[in-house]
């Protein structure tokens, strides 16, 4: 509902790049488009608009300009089946919006997160809506996610940092914050220190990674250190954060063992920009595994002490495709452990598949291209399928059709 006799339905044409938003009046039945969205890649999905002062206005995000930001519209209630009145972009940068919160309509504030600070950072945000005055609430550098009381006096920042354990804080507009809980404290376990590394793509377009390398370790030869690659590498996602949750104990794990473990963000991953996402439509796999051999090739140069000799690539679900497709397309790694992957894009979820790859009649050459199945003659090195026979979300088939 937009309002008491006004609702209002979403539709996206089947090709994903144009949102449409009708306005309807259930006692009739009438309905119109009022607001219409499109983008040459692809129309980004999310949940991030809201409805306020009574349905009067609308709160609406968009990467039109190159970065998903907030936009103001105006709702006439005279005329509310009349197209939207855009009042103002609220927020505007290289960087991106992250989520709208909450927003305190008496005050005329919205409270949202983004990369403003850095694209590794999730941090805190309120903008006014009648100048678009941006203020940074959050503090320490790293990940933030804020949980607001209903009239935003007070929010919980739920924290994190690459080498910081999770906490929880009740916290007041003016900056000052409470903590009421911690994770345990991990010093007992001599975790490693991942550090953050930045390689470029061919194009110049700076990757972010992050990688965990370990002095010590059975795995360790005469002070040469194997290398493990850990990417996810498919759209919709950011993995490289500055955040407790991008360096998991399996990392830790085998790095105790010897091994270096390396994660970066390929282009056509999420929150850097339309840009930074688009080249990979109609390219799953290939423009990811380009970047990636690209990174490996810089981080081998930049740490001497990793073993060229000696790479390895492991990944699940779409870092699972990626690992096959590696070991298929490039001789440079011994051995791969794929698990749950889609190896074959006729296979997986239309919504997903369709948004990045095109219809299957129209573009059935890609999908055939980027198919993993395809190429299983091509092997390189041993590679390990692990898959749940479960699992429904990439079914079982995938990797009975690789097998």
């Not at 983008?39 to 306020?52: G, L, M, Q, R």
């Not at 030869?221 to 360096?247: C, E, F, K, M, R």
Request: charged content about 20%; some cysteine; proline content about 4%.
């Amino acid at each position: 509902w937009v309002r008491d006799g006004l609702m209002y339905a979403f539709v996206l044409n089947r090709a994903q790049n144009k949102l449409d938003l009708y306005f309807i009046e259930p006692n009739t039945g009438h309905s119109q488009i009022v607001l219409t969205e499109t983008s040459d890649a692809w129309v980004e999905i999310n949940d991030h608009y809201k409805f306020i002062e009574d349905g009067q206005r609308l709160l609406w995000t968009s990467w039109r300009d190159g970065h998903t930001h907030i936009y103001l519209y105006d709702i006439d209630k005279t005329k509310p089946m009349s197209a939207l009145k855009l009042e103002r972009q609220l927020t505007k940068g290289e960087w991106d919006v992250l989520s709208i919160d909450t927003v305190d309509e008496k005050n005329g504030v919205v409270y949202f997160s983004s990369t403003q600070e850095d694209q590794r950072q999730r941090q805190l945000y309120s903008v006014k809506m009648a100048d678009g005055d941006i203020q940074r609430l959050s503090k320490d550098h790293g990940f933030h996610t804020g949980s607001y009381a209903p009239n935003a006096n007070y929010y919980v920042d739920n924290y994190s940092a690459l080498t910081t354990p999770p906490s929880l804080s009740v916290c007041s507009l003016d900056g000052k914050c409470s903590a009421f809980w911690s994770a345990r404290d991990v010093k007992e376990y001599a975790l490693l220190p991942p550090q953050f590394v930045d390689v470029k793509a061919e194009d110049g377009t700076v990757l972010h990674g992050i990688l965990l390398l370990p002095t010590e370790g059975p795995a360790i030869v005469n002070g040469n250190v194997p290398l493990i690659n850990n990417p996810y590498g498919g759209p919709g996602v950011q993995t490289v954060w500055d955040a407790w949750h991008s360096v998991d104990l399996f990392d830790q794990y085998m790095a105790k063992r010897g091994y270096a473990i390396l994660k970066v963000d390929n282009r056509g991953m999420a929150d850097h920009g339309e840009k930074f996402a688009a080249p990979i439509a109609h390219h799953m796999c290939e423009l990811p595994l380009q970047d990636q051999l690209a990174a490996v090739q810089q981080v081998l140069k930049q740490f001497s002490q990793l073993d060229a000799n000696r790479l390895g690539w492991w990944g699940w679900s779409y870092g699972g495709t990626m690992t096959a497709w590696a070991l298929e397309h490039s001789d440079m790694f011994k051995v791969g452990v794929s698990v749950a992957p889609v190896t074959d894009w006729h296979d997986y979820d239309s919504i997903y598949t369709e948004r990045y790859m095109g219809l299957p009649k129209e573009h059935e050459a890609d999908y055939k291209r980027t198919s993993v199945n395809e190429e299983a003659k091509q092997l390189h090195g041993r590679l390990l399928l692990v898959h749940g026979t479960s699992d429904d979300n990439v079914h079982m088939q995938n990797t009975a059709q690789m097998a």
